[in-house]
């Protein structure tokens, strides 16, 4: 039985020891060290802070997070939107539009229609953010949100407008 050895502190110390270590390497190539070294090391410190046990998974299984995602409106009608935000949506998956408190309070269910990329943008921090565009469909919209979101439409219609013009935020 080999002795127990003690978790390497640095890519240098890995390849300094590593002749004599076997590391148990999922992957041979570039980066192959640094992976197994990043995976001691967070194992090693999260272990140390967690109150409770945590199991690991065999196989696959999966699930959703969600999360907010910030978006723009494009434009607007009573069965739908057109959005933009930097997150890609999944066609047909179920989504919850919140509009923003100046337009009243709405939150409407919907469902994706389309996404597709509609090119990139640096955010504040120097990032390259890719941006979507997305079409959604109301769907159960009770008589009241109905009436709220026809009073929205209305605020953003251009004065003497026929309500056909693109929206602008």
Same mark, same amino acid.
């Given at each position: 039985?080999? &002795?127990?050895?003690?978790?390497?502190?640095?890519?240098?110390?890995?390849?300094?020891?590593?002749?004599?270590?076997? !590391?148990?390497?999922?992957?041979? #190539?570039?980066?192959?060290?640094? +992976?197994? $070294?990043?995976?001691? !090391?967070?194992?090693?410190?999260?272990?140390?802070?967690?109150?409770?046990?945590?199991?690991?998974?065999? #196989? *696959?299984? #999966?699930?959703?997070?969600?999360?907010?995602? @910030?978006?723009?409106?494009?434009?607007?009608? $009573?069965?739908?939107?057109?959005?933009? *935000?930097?997150? !890609?949506?999944?066609?047909?998956?179920?989504?919850?539009? @919140?509009?923003?408190?100046?337009?009243?309070?709405?939150?409407?269910?919907?469902?994706?229609? *389309?996404?597709?990329?509609? #090119?990139? @943008?640096?955010? &504040?921090?120097?990032?390259?953010?890719?941006?979507?565009?997305?079409?959604?469909?109301?769907?159960?919209?009770?008589?009241?949100? %109905? +009436?709220?979101?026809?009073?929205?439409?209305?605020?953003?219609?251009?004065?003497?407008?026929?309500? %056909?013009?693109?929206?602008?935020?």
């Amino acid at each position: 039985m080999q &002795p127990l050895l003690p978790v390497p502190t640095s890519v240098t110390d890995v390849r300094r020891r590593g002749a004599g270590i076997s !590391w148990p390497l999922p992957a041979q #190539g570039r980066g192959a060290k640094r +992976a197994v $070294l990043r995976e001691s !090391w967070a194992m090693t410190e999260f272990q140390e802070k967690r109150r409770t046990r945590r199991v690991a998974i065999a #196989g *696959h299984l #999966g699930g959703c997070v969600h999360v907010p995602l @910030e978006v723009r409106f494009v434009d607007l009608s $009573l069965t739908g939107a057109r959005i933009e *935000h930097v997150s !890609w949506l999944q066609p047909g998956s179920a989504c919850t539009l @919140e509009f923003p408190p100046a337009l009243g309070s709405l939150v409407l269910s919907g469902r994706v229609i *389309h996404s597709a990329v509609m #090119g990139s @943008e640096v955010n &504040p921090e120097g990032y390259r953010l890719v941006r979507y565009r997305s079409g959604l469909v109301f769907v159960d919209v009770t008589a009241a949100q %109905e +009436a709220v979101l026809a009073d929205v439409l209305e605020k953003l219609t251009p004065a003497g407008g026929t309500g %056909e013009e693109r929206l602008v935020s």
